[in-house]
């Protein structure tokens, strides 16, 4: 079984910035799909952004133009640059890897911006 470890949330203001990083342990799977996701207090979990294979990104809509997700390599290492923070962007952000037979998921890293 693999572990993913997000890092990198906190407490920023309106407009701010934040990089958040997964890595997976142990690095030695490589995956089909890492993905962000986040989940908004009362609300579900949706996607924010995603990284398949050949370099195909997709983002949600309300993120586009602001957020970044880099994958680092293709065994378990993922970035999110996060820039014009606006306060709906609140949420926990979970990191999520998708393989044959496995689909692993961060226990979460909450990401707070006020106004």
């Known amino acids: 079984q693999v572990q993913l470890v997000e890092s990198g949330g906190g407490l920023v203001q309106d407009g701010g910035s934040l990089r958040l990083s997964c890595a997976a342990s142990p690095n030695h799977f490589e995956f089909r799909t890492m993905a962000w996701y986040r989940q908004a207090p009362g609300k579900q979990r949706e996607l924010v952004a995603a990284a398949f294979g050949g370099g195909i990104v997709q983002y949600a809509d309300s993120v586009k133009g602001r957020f970044t997700i880099s994958r680092v390599s293709a065994n378990g290492t993922v970035n999110l640059q996060m820039n014009s923070l606006k306060p709906e962007d609140t949420g926990v952000y979970y990191c999520?890897?998708?393989?044959?037979?496995?689909?692993?998921w961060g226990k979460g890293t909450l990401v707070t911006v006020s106004s």
């Open positions: 999520n890897a998708v393989r044959v037979g496995m689909n692993a």
